[in-house]
Every structure is written in structure tokens, then in C-alpha cells.
């Protein structure tokens, strides 16, 4: 018998605050993977495009915890498909399967980050 739990987690920043994040490189490099940071900085509005990844993984590292799973901003990228869409990779081994989705929105001011996370168990 398969049993699941779903949780999720969101979370709202204000872009210029990440703006420091982004500014210092010692943490820019354990908050962002190197294929986020080149995503971001692609863009015509860079700040934008982090700050929405810091949302979607707080909201993540909020829904992992809700399953016992302690994560780190460094433990998580966020990329986008081919279609544009989000997807979220948790880049260690855990316990248990999850399904994992992460949806990203933001305006020139705030990035909010929506995850759900659910465990399946056998």
C-alpha cells in the first residue's frame, strides 16, 4: 500500500532585497547554483529572476520541513523547462520519493514562491 503526505510552503521577498544577496559573492555562491546564476543573469532584469528563486526555494525549504526534511538554499536549483516552467531538483539523496512542484510569479518590487511537496511511502 502507497501512502502519501502533501505539504506546501510559500514565501514573498522584496527584489532589492536580494539585491545584497546577489552583491556578495560568498553568499551568492551558497544560496545559488552556478546554472541559476547564469539563468539569471541572462536576463534583462537579473534581481527579478533571483529573487523569484529564493522565494520558490524558501517555500520549498517551508514544505520540506513539514516532512521532517531539514534542506539548505544550496541543496535545492530551480531551472526552467523548455517551456519556461519551474521545476525544482532537490540535488542530494533523501529517505523517501517526493514529487516535488515549485511555481514562481514577482513584479518589479516582490518575488512570491508557491511549493508543494509530497512524500510517498510504500
Do not use: Q, W
Not at 527579478?48 to 520558490?56: D, E, L
Not at 517551456?83 to 514562481?104: F, Q
Amino acid at each position: 500500500m502507497v501512502t502519501s503526505d502533501v505539504h506546501i510552503g510559500v514565501d514573498i521577498v522584496e527584489v532589492e532585497r536580494i539585491g545584497e544577496v546577489v552583491r556578495s559573492r560568498s553568499i551568492l555562491e551558497r544560496t545559488f547554483t552556478p546554472g541559476e546564476v547564469a539563468y539569471c543573469n541572462k536576463k534583462i532584469r537579473p534581481l527579478i529572476h533571483f529573487a523569484g528563486r529564493f522565494a520558490g526555494k524558501e517555500a520549498l525549504i517551508k514544505a520540506f520541513s513539514n516532512h521532517g526534511v531539514t534542506l539548505h538554499m544550496s541543496e535545492i536549483e530551480i531551472i526552467n523547462d523548455e517551456k519556461g516552467i519551474p521545476t525544482a531538483s532537490i540535488l542530494r539523496e533523501l529517505d523517501n520519493t517526493y514529487v516535488v512542484e515549485v511555481s514562481i510569479s514577482h513584479t518589479e518590487r516582490h518575488a512570491v514562491g508557491m511549493a508543494l511537496v509530497k512524500a510517498e511511502r510504500t
